[in-house]
């Protein structure tokens, strides 16, 4: 299928002798995943929370377990990290699910991607067009807001208002005022900057009907050993969740329903599973 062929032409052209993406049959029953509206009100009143698509119904179909998420970060701030709690945790509801990075190069301050694939099919490969993009990079925002599927969803920073020309009637804005969140609850200046971001997945943990218990496991599980990191990155989710379930309406159109699709399997990374590769 177009996947296998898509993920396949990336391994050749790296030189790498498995189709990178394929479900490897590791001996401990590894599930390998590769590496992988309504309508707009007026311009200066971005800032608010919610503007819904037009009513054409282009909003209004849900999508269950078959959509993409796009997160635009600034390479260096730490989005990886909290951008991954938000695969972990569709995965540990039974859905299939395939991230990928996007970077022009890994350096500090450039545009990065993080793209997140839910299938409930199992398909791996990415595929055009971005349901829900949670754009927090001025340098690609413009780009970013262009991508999102008709229909689809755009998540930003609220605290200052979007542009002028920011004004599509076929997506829904979803404003989060992340740095005036992380401003109010913390006084360190580099948790600011990094809890933004987990801001955002709590927002999202809210919308998709995440329970919160499985982020604060995931949370606990990567910062096993650094103890006092797990109490702020608690509360920056507390503080997305909140908002969210305040300020945006429950009728929203990707849903993450759970299931029973993955059996023991387990999330594994590409450069994990190339690891293992060379050493057995």
Same mark, same amino acid.
């Given at each position: ?9 990336? @391994? =050749?052209?790296? +030189? ?5 993406? *394929? ?5 401990a ?5 590769c590496?992988?509206? !309504?309508?707009?009100?007026? $311009? ?9 698509a ?9 999508k ?12 260096? *701030?730490?989005?990886?990290? @909290? ?21 022009? $190069? ?5 545009p990065t991607?993080? =793209?997140?694939?839910?299938? =409930? ?29 008709v ?8 605290t +200052? ?5 920011? *004004?599509?009637?076929?997506i ?20 600011r !900057?990094l ?10 943990a ?12 995931l949370?606990?599980?990567?910062f096993?050993?650094?103890e ?9 989710? !507390? ?6 379930r305040?300020?945006? =309406?429950c !009728? ?12 023991? +399997?387990?999330?594994? $990374?590409?450069? $994990? ?8």
């Amino acid at each position: 299928n177009a996947a296998a062929v898509d993920l396949t032409y990336r @391994a =050749e052209i790296r +030189k790498i002798p498995v189709a990178l993406g *394929t479900i490897l049959p590791f001996s401990a029953s590894t599930f390998y995943y590769c590496w992988y509206g !309504q309508r707009a009100i007026p $311009s200066q009143h971005m800032n608010k929370p919610v503007t819904r698509a037009a009513a054409d119904g282009t909003g209004e179909k849900h999508k269950v377990n078959d959509f993409v998420v796009r997160f635009a970060n600034v390479n260096g *701030t730490g989005s990886a990290s @909290a951008n991954a709690l938000f695969t972990k945790a569709v995965f540990r509801k039974g859905v299939p699910v395939t991230p990928k990075n996007i970077f022009p $190069s890994n350096i500090q301050g450039l545009p990065t991607w993080y =793209e997140v694939r839910v299938s =409930e099919k199992g398909y791996l490969g990415r595929r055009e067009g971005v349901d829900l993009m949670v754009a927090v990079n001025p340098q690609s925002m413009k780009k970013d807001y262009a991508d999102v599927h008709v229909g689809g969803y755009f998540v930003y920073d609220s605290t +200052k208002p979007l542009p002028p020309d920011y *004004t599509r009637t076929d997506i829904t804005h979803l404003g989060v005022p992340m740095t005036a969140l992380c401003n109010a609850e913390f006084t360190d200046a580099r948790q600011r !900057q990094l809890f933004k971001n987990i801001v955002y997945i709590g927002a999202l943990a809210a919308l998709f009907d995440i329970d919160f218990s499985v982020l604060e496991q995931l949370v606990g599980e990567q910062f096993k050993g650094k103890e006092k990191l797990i109490g702020p990155n608690i509360k920056a989710l !507390q503080l997305g969740v909140d908002y969210a379930r305040e300020h945006f =309406e429950c !009728q929203f159109g990707l849903r993450d329903e759970r299931r029973d699709l993955l059996a023991d +399997k387990v999330l594994y $990374s590409g450069n $994990s599973a190339c690891a293992l590769g060379a050493i057995y």
